[in-house]
């Protein structure tokens, strides 16, 4: 499955050294891809209210804040302890918020079904056995009629573990039933899909 077998997915001490490096190494809060990709992805989320939600690698919890707002309850997850840290900070005055530092998804929530989850440009960095696992998670984290939208970056890096395209196709033989989302549902830059849980 995967798209560069030579080169291993990245792991937490790899991105725990970025974050530590610079606290937003990719440019979540100046960069114009991520604004656009922010906006389009709150769309594809769906009008809200939602009662759960979880977020998959929330980094620095830029996104996290936005989605918050419209979220009983939020919780994130990333495997960066510095990230965690940063996503902490900027989240603090959020009480319906919380913060989780873990693996997905071995140690993803098991404590209920989600109105919403949301993977933006996580799934891909993860290991071809924890890439399988997580697929078969993701429908079961779901309550019926609950969302699932998934973002990834087009291009190529050395620390993924498969494309967006490969990403997304997987996504899509889950049995999941895909939604439309709001034009133009994908750019060059991105793949943004959306999914409902029969």
């Known amino acids: 499955m995967s798209a560069f077998p030579e080169r291993p997915a990245a ?12 606290p937003d190494p990719w440019g979540y809060v100046s960069s114009p891809y991520e604004r656009t990709k922010y906006e389009r992805t709150l769309t594809a989320c769906g009008p809200g209210r939602f009662a759960r939600a979880l977020e998959l690698g929330a980094a620095n919890g830029v996104f996290s804040a936005s989605l ?9 997850i990333d ?5 965690v840290e940063l996503a902490r900070e900027r989240l603090i005055g959020l009480p319906h918020v919380k913060v989780l530092e873990g693996q997905i998804p071995g140690d993803l929530p098991h404590d209920g079904a989600f109105d919403l989850v949301v993977a933006s440009e996580i799934l891909y960095y993860l290991d071809d056995d924890a890439f399988r696992r997580t697929l078969d998670r993701l429908p079961r984290l779901l309550r019926p009629g609950g969302r699932l939208v998934a973002a990834h970056w087009t291009g190529r890096a050395p620390d993924l573990a498969r494309t967006a395209e490969q990403t997304h196709r997987a996504l899509r033989a889950t049995g999941m039933r895909a939604v439309p989302v709001a034009e133009p549902p994908h750019s060059r830059a991105y793949l943004l899909d959306a999914f409902e849980m029969r």
Do not use: K
């Open 79 to 83: 495997f960066s302890p510095t990230a």
């Open 11 to 22: 792991d937490a001490a790899h991105f725990d050294a970025r974050f530590r490096a610079d």
């Open 68 to 76: 918050a707002v419209r979220c009983d309850v939020l919780i994130t």
